[in-house]
């Protein structure tokens, strides 16, 4: 898949405000947090437009929450930014609670929206749910420790955890073998198919939304990237006492996280897109 | 049982020739899904979109190779995974037919469809930014003003080896549902359960057993005379011993 930076924007900053809200909620902290996790958000909600064609009609989107996990995320994050300004207003235990609910909420709609994909075999795996909550809360967590010193064992532990989780998920994507073969993708029963002309002379959607196009050391420098800022890094600078400086390296390694989630994820409609001619 | 339109492509038959590209291509683009656009048709890097695309590939290692061309377009599924994700309702399967359809008015152009789709079946339009895909000729198959025999999808009208066959797959004495029990229809992709209502027929080696007494026919004509055992030269011939 080609990872696309509204998407990437979107699931990484609403993930921190998720995270920064619970952390802030659960330990009584300041209303700052809320007001921070707010802005997040809403950083976050802005990015998702980008992502679509028409953004003039997003708000017909609600429609489908019987159906459809997108559907459903596009009514809980409002949802959960007015329970955290709600919050941040009336700081009343009820109103924080229901904006814990939603943000849990919201960590499953999101993970689900690929988790769902069933065809999507690296994304089609509870642990797509659970690292997408899982590096929220750290990335919230880390930020939350920005704010107030107090939190730095709470940002190693989570960061830990969601690292260890995200390790389990490559190990897993690394023994994937894809169900799809040309063999079935035309139903030509013979191991040896070669795609000789895709019936378009240049590029197609096809070819342009699947594939990211890079070399396989971008991809490896990601994952790389990935491994060491989503965890080692940002831990070593928390010890040194730089919480903003681990902040941002954890950030910079969420970002190489999407990248690698999007990138690493083999769609089967690209078995139709091997050669172009 | 509700209808199920469908097509049934015959891998046996098409000779890769996109006379279905094209006349989907001039039909869909001018009637009421148009247009499809396209981006730099005439530059070095052209793009557009399609409901229809015609691949090729090779199968075997040379010199023992075939090529099979490969038309592919939605395949309108019984189960179609992109439906139930398209977060407008957009995306929908009709109950009288089992088309499935996007209504243009409704997409956001969020593209989940399509990464929902296993097929690569649907194309965001690079102009209109929603997302396209075949219709079955909805606007065609239904026409009243046509004469009945072309209420038929534009590619299937089109093709000159009448490679593609459209009905109701859900009939089985329609010539599609006929073709499929018949001739070895099959589904692309089965192992993700999506029921594609297309079905394409396989390639068909017509072969022939021949034995080696086959080779020679005994009762040959020709070769009578070579069996038997020759006149010595002095014998008087057929010429010599008849008076005609």
Same mark, same amino acid.
């Given at each position: ?15 921190? =405000?998720? $995270?920064?809200? +619970? /952390?802030?909620? @659960? ?6 947090? &809320? %007001?921070? !996790?707010? *802005? #997040? ?96 809360? =750290?990335? $919230?967590?880390? +930020? /939350?420790?920005? @704010? ?6 709470? &940002? %190693?532990? !989570?960061? *830990? #955890? ?102 690493? /994820? ?12 | ?244």
């Amino acid at each position: 898949m080609k990872p696309a930076w509204s998407v990437i924007l979107l699931t990484t900053l609403i993930g921190a =405000a998720q $995270g920064l809200f +619970l /952390a802030g909620f @659960l330990s009584g902290g300041p209303r700052l947090f &809320a %007001l921070i !996790a707010l *802005a #997040l958000a809403a950083a976050g909600l802005a990015a998702s437009f980008f992502h679509l064609g028409r953004p003039e009609r997003a708000w017909r989107s609600a429609a489908m929450w019987r159906t459809s996990w997108l559907s459903r995320e596009v009514i809980v994050l409002p949802a959960f930014m007015a329970a955290v300004a709600a919050w941040a207003v009336f700081p009343e235990p009820w109103i924080g609670w229901i904006g814990v609910a939603l943000a849990i909420a919201l960590f499953v709609c999101t993970g689900m929206i690929y988790a769902c994909l069933k065809f999507l075999q690296e994304w089609h795996t509870p642990l797509t749910v659970v690292n997408y909550t899982a590096l929220g809360i =750290a990335s $919230g967590t880390t +930020l /939350a420790a920005v @704010l107030m010193p107090s939190f730095i064992p709470a &940002a %190693l532990a !989570a960061g *830990a #955890l969601a690292w260890a989780l995200r390790l389990a998920s490559l190990a897993r994507n690394a023994r994937l073998r894809p169900k799809s073969t040309l063999a079935t993708a035309i139903g030509v029963k013979h191991p040896r198919i070669r795609q000789i002309a895709q019936g378009a002379m240049g590029g197609s959607f096809n070819t342009r939304e699947f594939f990211h196009g890079r070399p396989r050391e971008v991809v490896l420098a990601a994952r790389w990237a990935l491994v060491a800022l989503v965890f080692p890094a940002p831990a070593l600078l928390l010890l040194l006492g730089q919480p903003a400086a681990a902040f941002l390296a954890q950030y910079a390694g969420l970002i190489a996280e999407r990248w690698y989630f999007f990138a690493d /994820a083999r769609h089967p409609q690209n078995l139709y897109y091997q050669a172009i001619a | 049982m509700s209808k199920q339109l469908a097509l049934v492509i015959d891998l046996n038959v098409c000779v890769g020739c996109h006379a279905c590209v094209t006349s989907c291509k001039e039909w869909n683009t001018q009637g009421s899904a148009g247009p499809l656009t396209d981006q730099n048709p005439y530059g070095a890097d052209p793009s557009g979109t399609f409901f229809n695309r015609v691949q090729t590939f090779e199968v075997g290692e040379f010199p023992r190779t075939e090529t099979v061309h490969f038309p592919k377009s939605c395949l309108h599924c019984e189960d179609p995974p992109c439906v139930p994700v398209c977060p407008t309702g957009a995306s929908y399967k009709r109950a009288e037919d089992g088309i499935v359809l996007v209504d243009y008015d409704k997409c956001i152009g969020c593209k989940y469809c399509s990464w929902a789709c296993p097929y690569g079946a649907r194309e965001l339009d690079g102009e209109q930014k929603v997302m396209k895909k075949c219709t079955l000729c909805v606007d065609r198959i239904y026409d009243q003003a046509l004469p009945p025999a072309e209420r038929k999808p534009a590619c299937v009208l089109a093709c000159p080896t009448s490679a593609r066959i459209f009905g109701d797959i859900h009939d089985p004495a329609s010539e599609a549902s006929r073709a499929i029990r018949e001739q070895g229809g099959y589904a692309l992709m089965p192992e993700w359960g999506t029921q594609p209502a297309n079905h394409y027929l396989p390639r068909r080696k017509t072969a022939k057993q021949i034995h080696p007494d086959e080779l020679e026919r005994h009762d040959n004509p020709l070769k009578v005379d070579g069996k038997l055992p020759r006149p010595a030269t002095g014998e008087p011939a057929l010429d010599d011993v008849t008076s005609w």
